[in-house]
């Protein structure tokens, strides 16, 4: 089995604020997909024998937070939970803090026991374009808004450039 999906779960203190977090960030493993295609081979391997997902959890309260600052595996998933306080990610648009939790989850994922999930710190440290900002507004709301391909955004970040 292959890693196939890396994504960031929110448990804050509030189930409202969880909605919120989640309608505006559940979009992004869908999205970095994409970034994981030219790492194909190095996302198999024994190691990642019935895994096909990488999770970062992030937790308010440190006593929901399973096996906390540490990897493990779990079932189908390798993940890593994180106590911090997640207000902060409500004072700026999803669009502005993806960058910092991506670097996050990279020194994450840099430290983690098996070679398919550091193999992600790469991909996760690579700064956002403009043609991937354009890509990933999308998918950073709920409804989705309407998915812009690769191309069309290359289209219209050219004046930008």
Not at 55 to 67: D, S
Not at 69 to 74: A, P, V
Request: overall charge positive; hydrophobic content about 45%; glycine content about 4%.
């Amino acid at each position: 089995m292959s890693i196939a999906s890396v994504r960031l779960y929110y448990y804050p203190d509030s189930q409202a604020r969880e909605r919120a977090l989640t309608a505006s960030y559940w979009g992004f493993a869908e999205w970095f997909a994409r970034r994981l295609k030219p790492i194909r081979d190095q996302l198999r391997g024994p190691e990642a024998k019935g895994v096909d997902i990488v999770n970062l959890m992030l937790h308010e309260n440190p006593a929901h937070a399973w096996r906390r600052d540490e990897w493990i595996q779990r079932g189908n998933t390798f993940q890593f939970s994180f106590v911090c306080d997640l207000r902060p990610l409500e004072a700026a648009p999803a669009l502005e803090n993806l960058p910092k939790l991506m670097q996050f989850y990279a020194a994450m994922a840099a430290q983690a026991p098996w070679p398919q999930v550091r193999a992600l710190a790469a991909p996760l440290s690579q700064p956002l374009s403009e043609v991937d900002r354009l890509t990933l507004r999308p998918y950073l709301q709920w409804p989705r808004g309407e998915v812009i391909s690769e191309a069309k955004a290359r289209r219209l970040a050219a004046p930008a450039a």
